[in-house]
């Protein structure tokens, strides 16, 4: 055949070959801009454009940028609500961190995070544990954990470093737990954290190998984590364990442990702000750096505005009066 019809031919096969290539090239692109609209949006979102989100679960409300489906969360806050039960629960993400509360504004959560453990004659160690689901979750600053039961000693670990948070310890003089009055190491004793920890693990010793127990309704050792002040006497940082032994065969009688969300798409403000197209932060609102990685965003003047959100921190918006986690 001629030479200018195999040019021709060759040209052409080489053009289509380029256009496959293209395709096959822009093929994971376009899965990976699908999987992470599936995981949360990263810009900054309009109140019309929420307008269709659900902005509940059960009895608990919430809003951007927690949201439940597509295009109506942030990237790490999503929800997930489970209308399997008779009352709804919300749940964090795909986990199994049950949500019972929310600050949308702080971008906090709670939920319970209780032990119940059962001593055994002749065994004298224990240990509980609490991990976060996920990066840019922790346990904020202001929980406390608190443990009742008889002749003990706590020693509480940073989860990932190992490292020591702080230990007390309960003893009673072979009487029963006191089911009122300060938590004071006399039935009961309390770490409070001194930083965010993405989790934690408590090593708890028997100094009584016979397992005394307080009584029928209070056996072993109870351990709950949890920020309540309301635990605490007027005059100073003991804390009232009525409320603390109710919870013994109730837990929904003690307030959920407050965790703390943080943004980490970026390492921090200084790097969120120099890539407009995901910065979280919209027009008047504030950035933090977060202790533990990452930032979050609040309105200066108007706490109940919403920084998150297009306008969300324009005059009018809310009240004035801010205070920062």
């Known amino acids: 055949r ?19 290539l293209m395709l096959m090239a822009a093929s994971p692109q376009a899965s990976a801009a699908v999987s992470g609209a599936a995981r949360g949006i990263l810009q900054i979102p309009s109140g019309n454009s929420l307008a269709h989100c659900i902005t509940g679960c059960g009895d608990i409300d919430f809003s951007y940028p927690f949201g439940i489906g597509p295009g109506c969360f942030r990237q790490g806050f999503e929800l997930t609500c489970d209308h399997s039960t008779k009352h709804p629960k919300l749940y964090l993400g795909s986990s199994t961190i049950q949500v019972i509360d929310i600050d949308s504004n702080d971008i906090d959560v709670f939920t319970p995070i209780f032990f119940n453990l059962t001593t055994s004659p002749g065994t004298n160690t224990y240990d509980m544990s609490w991990e976060a689901p996920g990066k840019g979750i922790t346990i904020a600053s ?36 006191l089911t009122e009055g300060p938590c004071n190491g006399r039935g009961c004793c309390l770490i409070q954290l001194p930083r965010n920890l993405p989790g934690f693990h408590a090593k708890l010793v028997s100094t009584n190998t016979t397992a005394t127990q307080s009584d029928w309704l209070h056996p072993g050792i109870m351990a709950v984590v949890s920020p309540d002040y309301h635990y605490r006497d007027d005059d100073g940082d003991s804390t009232n364990t009525t409320t603390l032994f109710s919870s013994w065969t109730n837990a929904s009688n003690i307030y959920g442990a407050a965790l703390s969300l943080t943004i980490v798409d970026q390492a921090s403000c200084e790097s969120a702000q120099m890539n407009h197209t995901s910065y979280a932060c919209s027009n008047g609102s504030s950035c933090q750096n977060d202790s533990s990685g990452g930032y979050w965003c609040y309105c200066p003047s108007y706490e109940e505005g919403n920084p998150y959100i297009l306008d969300g921190c324009m005059e009018g918006a809310s009240m004035p009066t801010f205070s920062p986690k």
């Open 2 to 20: 001629p030479a200018y019809w195999r040019s021709a031919t060759m040209s052409t096969i080489l053009i289509a070959m380029s256009f496959v």
């Open 142 to 177: 202001y929980n406390t954990l608190y443990v009742a039961g008889c002749d003990f000693d706590v020693t509480m670990f940073e989860y990932g470093t190992g490292e020591i948070v702080g230990s007390c310890m309960s003893r009673c003089a072979g009487k029963k737990v």
